[in-house]
């Protein structure tokens, strides 16, 4: 992806959301829609510089501009960008965006501002696809569709189960996620083990249990290009509520997504796609940022897992 340099001419479009993976693909149906609406625009999108490979797969994307959090200011001169887009809703992302001052502002009412207000416990998808829609850039929350990219998966056709969770609240036991992977192997199935470099040593203790070969725990040895390579071409994904389920949306990848502290209401997968979401809200506390596990996660058992992994292996097979 090309990090954005000086201005070729067009005007540029700035859509902020200096946030995680997930919360960047939840916003793909309306960096969609803002193409489409404004194609003569240089579209540049303000997120972490680490997931420049997956604004690759996005696509109409002209330019990224590393944007680590909202502490600090744009680099870029006041005067310069055209149209900005809050992907973010609160005082810091505004404070950030105007001072750019841009001719023209795309966000959700508030002082300086124009557009719809903001509503609490809608869809994430929704929610982005509609402050654009409102702002005449038609755009469809289900719109999350990725490209495919040039980086071959480290394993086509397997059974990707994801061990990671940034948060501990949403940390299902290692345990459990040893006994889905070892029934799926003993069902003839090829089970990789992902998650980040610092959840490498859990995924390994899951292989352990699970009596996997040690090259089959890919944790911490894939870089982001890779990851999403092999989400694309997995016959299944089993994970918690984190960015790598929404990868299984973009390409349609049957998933198995055990949610915990968010409700799937607000960050599920989308209505009618190859994905299963197992919880149970009425034990959920609701600590998005908590380090124990919670209860709604906890409440989903291995044997819950496997039998909905076993039918979506099934029904893909059939």
Known sequence: MQILGE??????????????????LVAVPAVHALRRARPEHRLVLAVPGWLGPVVDLVGGVDALLPTPGLDDLLPLPPGRVDTVVDLHGGPDSRRVLEALEPRHRVGHAAPGWDGPAWEDGVLERYRWARLVTEHQMPADPDD?????????????????????????CRAWPVE????????????G????LTGSARER??????????????????AGRTDL??????????????SVDTGVPH????????????????PPEEWGPPAGGPHVVLTDARLRVGDTFGSVPDPALLAVTADEVLAEARRLLAAGRG
């Open 7 to 24: 201005p070729d001419g067009r005007p540029e479009l700035v859509a902020l959301r200096a946030l995680k993976l997930g919360d960047l």
């Open 144 to 168: 999350v569709g990725l490209r495919r990219g040039p980086t071959p998966s480290p394993a086509p056709g397997a059974v990707v189960v994801h061990v990671g969770a940034f948060y501990g």
């Open 176 to 187: 459990r996620f040893a006994a889905v992977a070892r029934a799926l192997v003993a069902d």
């Open 189 to 192: 199935a090829h089970v990789v």
């Open 201 to 218: 040593d859990r995924a390994l203790e899951v292989g352990a249990l699970a009596g996997l070969a040690a090259d089959d725990v890919l």
């Open 225 to 238: 290009a890779e990851l999403a390579a092999l989400v694309a071409e997995a016959a299944l994904l089993v």
């Open 247 to 262: 990868l299984a949306s973009a390409y349609r990848t049957p998933s198995v997504v055990i949610f915990g502290p968010a």
